[in-house]
């Protein structure tokens, strides 16, 4: 363990991953993520300093519900107990995203795009960068702010 970068703690018992993070918290493992298998539990976790807390049931419906969302949209990652998500998002033929550039979405300063993709090579996501059909973005932010910018991305 001293030599660990990370753990990660996923049994089905919580009290045994809870253990687990104080544990390696104790021996300065630097990143400790664990599964949550009762929501009402999540806030142990944060008091023993585990930096990524999962609820099992959270993740799943949060993935079911990004899944009913369309094949257009990919939930890549859901952290801090659901306060922040990474999506990505394909440009849509015809939604408001497509043609427009970066800076005139108007994004929340809660919501960035971290990445985007056209045609295998990335592109800079600077505010001058004009979205174009089929672009894959990723976007990153506050849970709130990334479904709603999502929304942007879909046919009109």
């Known amino acids: 363990?001293?030599?660990?970068?990370?753990?990660?703690?996923?049994?089905?018992n919580d009290e045994s991953n809870l253990m687990v993070c104080?544990?390696?918290k104790d021996l300065n493992v630097p990143r400790v993520v664990t599964r949550v298998n009762k929501s009402e539990h999540a806030k142990m976790f944060d008091d023993v300093g585990a930096d990524v807390a999962i609820s099992s049931?959270?993740?799943?419906?949060?993935?079911f519900e990004k899944a009913t969302t369309?094949?257009?949209l990919y939930?890549?990652?859901?952290?801090?107990g659901d306060k922040a998500d990474v999506v990505e998002?394909?440009?849509?033929?015809?939604?408001?995203?497509e043609g427009k550039t970066v800076e005139e979405l108007n994004l929340s300063e809660l919501c960035t795009i971290a990445t985007i993709t056209r045609k295998g090579g990335l592109i800079p996501a600077r505010g001058g960068t004009v979205l174009k059909k089929n672009d894959r973005v990723i976007l990153a932010g506050k849970s709130e702010e990334v479904s709603s910018a999502t929304r942007l991305f879909r046919k009109q």
């Open 75 to 80: 939930g890549l990652l859901s952290l801090g």
């Open 1 to 12: 363990v001293e030599n660990a970068d990370a753990l990660v703690a996923l049994t089905p």
């Open 89 to 97: 998002v394909t440009v849509g033929e015809d939604s408001e995203a």
């Open 22 to 24: 104080k544990l390696a």
């Open 57 to 63: 049931i959270t993740a799943a419906v949060g993935l």
């Open 70 to 72: 369309g094949p257009e």
